[in-house]
């Protein structure tokens, strides 16, 4: 998995009080901790682990969350935070929870050690809780067991000074540490998985009890925040163009753009000879009528399977469909344009935040943005020499949370399956 770079970050995203950052080292449950940390009511954001200091200025976490990642820590090329990463959590006064790889880094970085495993662990595991009092477990759990989900080869063999081991797997491996003072904590495991039995709870007291958090964040927020941003990015006499697929983040994007500039949004719906049985049916006879959201249909079937034939290459297809896309919709702002004496200036598409952590390099890997896992077409497909600037309303949000906002605009079921 790749992850969002900072610059893709709202600006105001560091404002709140409660914001946790998700640093991304390559795990394929990175976007799970993510999203576990929202569905306790936080902000949270991921981005990558090896992004420069300078991407997080601005930005006052209350707690960072290194997450786990394939590499070893010492294989030649290993992400790591940032130089100076330490100093930045510490003068934000941010707790910093280290995640399997995210511990081992931890550890390794102020001056344990990490070895090959004795006692590699996959799968459900259980670990033992070996202090009477810690911050991750709480009071009187010595020798309480529970079933977590571990993934590691590396293992932690030496502690930091000032560092106290608070639970160890049945095999006898480190599992959790921390040490209070210095507000740093590791767990070995993965509690963000739901095969790790209490590691919700183990998150809860994290972010709740042990950095002090208010679970303050509400999809209505972004609502506002979004409404807020719109409002001051479009002019009152300019007229912005949506990308709408009849899906529903276009569906639900749009009819959030809808209701702040009315019908100065301009939905077109692209027959790009890609779409499902009955689809622009279906899109071109509900939306005007159910949504009250007029929909403008472009037939641009030729255009883009001409463009297509013969290209086998997934990630290259993709390229293409974004570049076309764009290119039907310039086309478009043009014939606005003549309409209304006033050239479109926005594109608002459907982006959501899977789609933005996905198309950037995964951490670690050597790659640059050329050779990600899969470039979606709405964001690292889109054409360098762009025009139409982006309204992305969306971009930060999960699919279950824009299904909620979709609910809130009043949004009819049947759009939001
Ligand atoms: N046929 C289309 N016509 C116009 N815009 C489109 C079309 N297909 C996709 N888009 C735009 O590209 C974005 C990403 O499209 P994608 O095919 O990845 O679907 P998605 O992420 O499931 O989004 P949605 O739920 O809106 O379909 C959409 O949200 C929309 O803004």
Same mark, same amino acid.
């Given at each position: 998995?790749?992850?969002?770079?900072?610059?893709?970050?709202?600006?105001?995203? %560091?404002?709140?009080?409660?914001?946790?950052?998700?640093?991304?080292?390559?795990?394929?449950?990175?976007?799970?901790?993510?999203?576990?940390?929202?569905?306790?009511?936080?902000?949270?954001?991921?981005?990558?682990?090896?992004?420069?200091?300078?991407?997080?200025?601005?930005?006052?976490?209350?707690?960072?969350?290194?997450?786990?990642?394939?590499?070893?820590?010492?294989?030649?090329?290993?992400?790591?935070?940032?130089?100076?990463?330490?100093?930045?959590?510490?003068?934000?006064?941010?707790?910093?929870?280290?995640?399997?790889? %995210?511990?081992?880094?931890?550890?390794?970085?102020?001056?344990?050690?990490?070895?090959?495993?004795?006692?590699?662990?996959?799968?459900?595991?259980?670990?033992?809780?070996?202090?009477?009092?810690?911050?991750?477990?709480?009071?009187? %759990?010595?020798?309480?067991?529970?079933?977590?989900?571990?993934?590691?080869?590396?293992?932690?063999?030496?502690?930091?000074?000032?560092?106290?081991?608070?639970?160890?797997?049945?095999?006898?491996?480190?599992?959790?540490?921390?040490?209070?003072?210095?507000?740093?904590?590791?767990?070995?495991?993965?509690?963000?998985?739901?095969?790790?039995?209490?590691?919700?709870?183990?998150?809860?007291?994290?972010?709740?009890?042990?950095?002090?958090?208010?679970?303050?964040?509400?999809?209505?927020?972004?609502?506002?925040?979004?409404?807020?941003?719109?409002?001051?990015?479009?002019?009152?006499?300019?007229?912005?163009?949506?990308?709408?697929?009849?899906?529903?983040?276009?569906?639900?994007?749009?009819?959030?753009?809808?209701?702040?500039?009315?019908?100065?949004?301009?939905?077109?719906?692209?027959?790009?000879?890609?779409?499902?049985?009955?689809?622009?049916?279906?899109?071109?006879?509900?939306?005007?009528?159910?949504?009250?959201?007029?929909?403008?249909?472009?037939?641009?079937?030729?255009?883009?399977?001409?463009?297509?034939?013969?290209? @086998?290459?997934?990630?290259? @297809?993709?390229?293409?469909?974004?570049?076309?896309?764009?290119?039907?919709?310039?086309?478009?702002?043009?014939? &606005?344009?003549?309409?209304?004496? @006033?050239?479109?200036?926005?594109?608002?598409?459907?982006?959501?935040?899977?789609?933005?952590?996905?198309?950037?390099?995964?951490?670690?890997?050597?790659?640059?943005?050329?050779?990600?896992?899969?470039?979606?077409?709405?964001?690292?497909?889109?054409?360098?020499?762009?025009?139409?600037?982006?309204?992305?309303?969306?971009?930060?949000?999960?699919?279950?949370?824009?299904?909620?906002?979709?609910?809130? &605009?009043?949004?009819?079921?049947?759009?939001?399956?």
């Amino acid at each position: 998995m790749g992850s969002a770079s900072a610059s893709s970050l709202p600006t105001t995203a %560091g404002a709140g009080e409660n914001l946790v950052l998700i640093l991304d080292f390559g795990s394929q449950y990175t976007q799970l901790i993510t999203r576990r940390v929202r569905q306790l009511g936080v902000l949270s954001l991921c981005v990558s682990g090896t992004a420069p200091l300078s991407s997080l200025t601005g930005l006052r976490p209350r707690a960072v969350i290194l997450s786990g990642g394939p590499h070893s820590v010492h294989a030649s090329g290993a992400p790591s935070f940032p130089e100076g990463f330490l100093d930045f959590a510490a003068e934000a006064g941010a707790h910093v929870l280290g995640v399997c790889y %995210g511990m081992q880094l931890l550890v390794q970085s102020l001056g344990g050690a990490v070895e090959a495993g004795e006692r590699q662990e996959y799968g459900d595991t259980e670990v033992e809780i070996t202090a009477t009092s810690s911050a991750l477990y709480g009071e009187s %759990g010595v020798g309480n067991r529970q079933s977590v989900w571990m993934s590691h080869g590396d293992e932690v063999v030496r502690l930091p000074q000032g560092f106290e081991v608070v639970a160890r797997s049945v095999q006898g491996a480190i599992a959790a540490i921390e040490h209070r003072e210095k507000r740093f904590y590791g767990l070995q495991y993965h509690p963000e998985v739901t095969h790790s039995t209490q590691g919700k709870e183990t998150l809860r007291r994290f972010l709740f009890d042990v950095c002090g958090i208010k679970a303050d964040w509400k999809i209505q927020d972004v609502l506002d925040e979004q409404i807020k941003t719109i409002k001051s990015m479009v002019g009152t006499d300019e007229h912005v163009i949506c990308a709408l697929s009849g899906g529903v983040d276009s569906t639900v994007a749009a009819t959030l753009v809808h209701n702040v500039i009315g019908d100065r949004l301009h939905c077109v719906f692209v027959d790009n000879g890609l779409l499902r049985y009955k689809e622009k049916e279906r899109v071109m006879s509900t939306f005007n009528s159910d949504l009250h959201l007029p929909v403008t249909c472009i037939d641009a079937s030729e255009q883009f399977l001409s463009k297509l034939k013969g290209v @086998k290459d997934p990630e290259m @297809k993709r390229k293409i469909v974004g570049k076309e896309f764009i290119a039907v919709f310039d086309e478009f702002a043009h014939m &606005l344009e003549q309409q209304t004496g @006033k050239r479109p200036e926005y594109l608002v598409q459907g982006t959501l935040y899977p789609d933005v952590i996905e198309s950037c390099p995964p951490p670690g890997s050597g790659m640059t943005h050329s050779h990600t896992i899969k470039s979606h077409h709405n964001v690292g497909g889109l054409p360098e020499d762009m025009k139409l600037k982006l309204i992305e309303p969306l971009k930060l949000l999960f699919k279950d949370e824009v299904r909620k906002l979709g609910s809130i &605009l009043n949004i009819p079921e049947s759009f939001l399956r």
